[in-house]
């Protein structure tokens, strides 16, 4: 099983940018899909970003254009990159990984980390 530890949320104003990161423990991190999920007070923990093995991405339609996942084998870490943040995006920030893109929509896990705690607000 993977570790995974999320940093870099906190609170920033609307209109402004965060960049999250996850990163794993495991030295064969590349071989794993990678995605973003999030859950707001009150709502279900809902998929964000997706990113497969080999780097491509696919996104919710609320945040496209505005949120850019990536990742970094060599440093066993993926990145969100969240501008021109709303409100709405308000919610603690988790990540996962599975071995395909397609349990990475599902988001069906047995665990998941702490979070990081994203605030958008004036």
């Known amino acids: 099983q993977v570790q995974l530890v999320e940093s870099g949320g906190g609170l920033v104003q609307p209109g402004g940018s965060l960049r999250l990161s996850c990163t794993a423990s495991r030295s064969i991190f590349s071989i794993y899909a990678m995605g973003w999920y999030r859950q707001a007070p009150g709502k279900q923990r809902e998929w964000v970003a997706a990113i497969s093995r080999g780097g491509s991405t696919n996104y919710v339609d609320s945040v496209k254009g505005r949120f850019t996942i990536s990742r970094d084998n060599a440093k066993k870490t993926v990145y969100l990159q969240m501008n021109s943040l709303k409100p709405e995006d308000t919610a603690i920030y988790y990540c996962?990984?599975?071995?395909?893109?397609?349990?990475?929509?599902?988001?069906?896990?047995?665990?998941w980390g702490q979070g990081t705690q994203v605030t958008v607000s004036s």
């Open positions: 996962n990984a599975a071995g395909s893109v397609i349990e990475i929509f599902r988001g069906d896990f047995g665990s």
